[in-house]
């Protein structure tokens, strides 16, 4: 027999933090949320109360009761927020920033901190963002200048792999930021591979790529490796610091190393094209698999230093051949 359902706050799935063991009969109940874990039937049901992971501004503002933000907090793109604005529109319902108003001058909290983008900050201006130099700055400059680095981070010989980023298979990344931005740069494996570069041709704000397309290159000595977009969109900015010192790509591939900022029409469609987490670490399994087969014809099987791979492979063995290893891993 099941046992009783128990409540748990530790334990969140969707909406719930209750759960309890089922059987496998339990799995067609409506009610709850089946799923199958080392062998056991966990059944998980819905619960209001908890909390969002990511709280919509109209969560925040009290106007729905629960809603989870699904678009990255780009409110510009998103349907939801399209909806509710024809609600208001009907007289239905109220605005979240008529919502906020209503609440004293110390609980009006400015909408970036409403959705998580900032610690907390008092909105100064009543909800007028248009007329906020500091929506401007925060929008335009700050968040697309400040780096993120990956939460968690893979190591698969010798090269890193972090989650929750996206990867195109020309060794290129792409992090969806909150407000819909996407930073793009070359991976650790791409980096590790030609070596410290000389310098990146970098295009400048306002260029538009496409997905599949050469965007920019590198440049080491008389070498030049073209590198394919992982997205389609318009650069919104530029990394100044590596243009300036190219190394800081090879220090901090996912930190400080990141190339572009790019805005997309269509954030989801965008990423859907390219490789996550599972994905991401399976093809670079294969990809050293690969590379580990074209140093054993060049160098024979002691070129690996047990089992990983040095920096700057092609410095260290030449014979490799630049366009060899950029036709293969770059797909130039």
Known sequence: MAEKTRDIPKSR?????SYRKGTRQDLGKE????????????????????KAANPCIWMQAGVVTFKNCNNFYD?????????????ITKGK?????????QR????????????????????????NCSRCDFDQFFE???????????????????????????????????RIESGGYIR????????KLLGKADGFDLPLMGKELDMDRVGWGLKRKDNL???????????????????????IANQEPYGDGWLFMVRTPDVKKTVKKLMSDTDSLNWVNHEIDTLEGMIEDVAGPLAADGGYLQDDIYGNLPGLGWKNLTKTFLKT
């Open 104 to 127: 004293p001058g110390r609980d009006r909290t400015c909408r970036h901190s409403l959705t998580r983008r900032i610690e907390n900050r008092i909105c100064g201006l009543n909800y």
């Open 93 to 101: 319902k109220m605005s979240w920033q008529d919502a906020m108003r």
């Open 75 to 87: 409110c510009n793109t998103c349907k939801y927020d399209l909806g509710m604005h024809k609600q």
């Open 225 to 247: 490796a073209d590198i394919l977009s992982p997205v389609d969109g318009v650069i919104v900015e530029v990394n100044s610091k590596v243009r300036e010192n190219p190394a």
């Open 184 to 191: 793009i740069g070359l991976d650790d494996f791409a980096l």
């Open 31 to 50: 009610s709850e949320i089946g799923a199958v874990f080392g062998g056991q039937v966990w059944m998980f049901k819905p619960d209001r109360a908890a």
């Open 13 to 17: 799935f969707g909406y719930g933090s």
């Open 140 to 174: 335009e400059v700050w968040t697309a200048k400040t780096k993120n680095v990956p939460f968690e981070v893979q190591h698969v010989k010798g090269f890193d792999v972090p989650m929750e980023y996206f990867f195109h298979n020309g060794h290129t990344w792409a």
